[in-house]
């Protein structure tokens, strides 16, 4: 069983950037595409990136479209997602999630393991 480790989260101004990462341990993540969710307080878990096993397709959320960048170190065994332009919205608690599947997906049924988040918090 793979196990997730996010890392990377903190209290950022709006505006600013942030670069969250997740790295996988106990098994390779090679070969299986790979998410992140967050989950706002009082809110519900949100998509919000996904990326395919080879890193070559991509999947935003509307909400972070354009300011979010997800991207993967199959040889690292890692998982990236660079927040920018950051708004008071997006605080949350954000997770990864490697998936069933190698294509991207943003169903959260479709992912079976979960890391235990990192938190972000952005000020206005």
């Known amino acids: 069983q793979v196990q997730l480790v996010e890392s990377g989260g903190g209290l950022m101004q709006a505006g600013g950037s942030l670069r969250l990462s997740c790295e996988a341990s106990?098994?390779?993540?090679?070969?299986?595409?790979m998410g992140w969710f967050r989950r706002a307080p009082g809110k519900e878990r949100q998509f919000v990136a996904a990326?395919?096993?080879?890193?070559?397709?991509?999947y935003y959320a509307d909400s972070v479209k354009g300011r979010f960048t997800v991207s993967r170190d199959n040889a690292k065994d890692t998982v990236y997602l660079q927040l920018n332009s950051l708004e008071p919205e997006d605080t949350a608690v954000y997770y990864c999630a490697a998936a069933r599947v190698s294509t991207t997906t943003y169903s959260p049924g479709n992912y079976n393991t979960w890391g235990q988040g990192t938190q972000v918090t952005v000020s206005s």
């Open positions: 106990e098994r390779t993540i090679a070969g299986y595409a």
């Open positions: 990326i395919n096993w080879t890193g070559g397709r991509t």
